[in-house]
């Protein structure tokens, strides 16, 4: 059996390092501000609407933060802007503070935004086919961090109907999410899976499979509420939990979310993070590198402390593999290797 970890529990030991249990559901880089070395005289670029991320929508006149997420949120939900008119659907975008931004703003629509429209047609029969052939026989494994993610998101149908068929058309088995803002959200995903309510899932003409989810206690803090940590996976796949918990032995922000798992005859332990962001000025930075570093602890007392011989570090490092700090993490590796633990690092760039 294979792994593959698309980008982008453990067991409870006698010292009890493995604590708050998790609820299991039956139903089933940061970027840089822009840097431009212009003549102060020369016309600024424009801003993309469809990439755009939140901190360089609030650097324009008009857009405080809470507006900046509600676009990056419906851009999500709703797929790439067709037109820079689009915002008006955007509740507190009106015509007036669009006619400020216009000579702001751009919206650029390639193929590659045009590939992210989920679940606005469906896929058909010979797409879905290829997708179950080309991974038969591997597990694919995703990390996905939802944003806030809220019961009322995931009542919305637009958000189900994007998670739902990402899930599906890239064939993933098990994905760990990072902030969820309610601890009852992913059920509704998975749900959703089980029992589909909206055309494109219920039309989906490949396998979907039974669903199971299981969610932490709270991690710790997101931006206004606790945040918590899921796992989302195919048990019709033959993939099954033993157990999962808050794993509270290293100090990070949030605590680390750990999932061991048995597919078949392999048993992994997967080790879902959500580490520190640097800030809009990143002067968080130092915070961030601070928590890379107590990785290496992390995985090296991990390693003494569950049976699976495969541990798969993923999530929301926000930062990338080119990381310096990242790139330690391969010392730990050789070590559990030595010890007959295998490490397969999934990384997310945020």
């Known amino acids: 059996m294979g792994a593959c970890c698309f980008n982008g529990g453990a067991r409870e030991d006698s010292r009890g390092q493995l604590q708050n249990k998790a609820r299991q559901r039956t139903h089933g880089h940061q ?40 676009i990056v949120n419906y851009r999500s939900s709703q797929g790439p802007f067709a037109s820079v008119q689009d915002l008006l659907n955007v509740p507190g975008v009106d015509r007036k503070l669009l ?6 703003i751009v919206c650029n629509k390639g193929q590659s935004q045009q590939m992210e429209e989920r679940g606005r047609n469906v896929v058909p029969a010979s797409i879905n086919s290829e997708v179950e052939k080309k991974h038969e ?8 961090n939802l944003k806030c993610f809220s019961v009322e998101k995931a009542s919305n149908d637009g958000y189900r109907d994007v998670l739902c068929m990402v899930i599906l058309e890239n064939g993933l088995d098990l994905v760990a999410f990072q902030e969820l803002a309610d601890s009852e959200a992913l059920d509704k995903i998975c749900k959703e899976l089980n029992n589909p309510t909206l055309r ?24 206004k509420s606790l945040e918590y940590n899921g796992f989302l996976w195919k048990e019709s796949a033959g ?13 990070l922000v949030r605590w680390p979310y750990i999932g061991e798992f048995k597919i078949g005859n392999w048993a992994c332990t997967l080790v879902s993070v959500h580490l520190k962001a ?4 990143e002067e968080y930075l130092e915070q961030l590198n ?27 490092f926000n930062a990338g593999p080119d990381n310096r700090l990242i790139s330690a993490l391969t010392s730990v590796q050789e070590t559990l290797k030595a010890a007959k633990h295998m490490t397969i690092f999934g990384l997310m760039r945020k």
């Not at 006619?99 to 702001?104: I, T």
């Not at 219920?202 to 710790?220: D, F, I, L, N």
Request: with cysteine; net charge positive.
């Open 31 to 70: 970027s840089q501000h822009p840097s431009h070395q212009s003549h102060p005289n020369s016309p600024q670029p424009k801003l993309d609407i469809n990439t755009a991320r939140v901190h360089q929508l609030c650097t324009l006149e008009g857009i405080d933060r809470h507006l900046a997420e509600d």
């Open 99 to 104: 006619r400020r931004l216009q000579k702001l």
């Open 137 to 144: 026989g591997n597990v694919r494994i995703g990390s996905w």
């Open 200 to 223: 494109a899932v219920k039309s989906w003409q490949g396998k979907r499979g039974y669903w199971k989810c299981a969610v932490s206690e709270p991690t710790g803090r997101m931006y």
């Open 239 to 251: 993939i099954i939990m033993a157990h999962s918990g808050l794993f509270q032995t290293v100090k």
């Open 278 to 281: 640097t800030g809009l000025e």
């Open 290 to 316: 601070a928590e890379i570093r107590s990785l290496v602890p992390l995985l090296q007392e991990l390693g003494n402390s569950v049976q699976s011989k495969s541990i798969i570090l993923l999530g929301d």
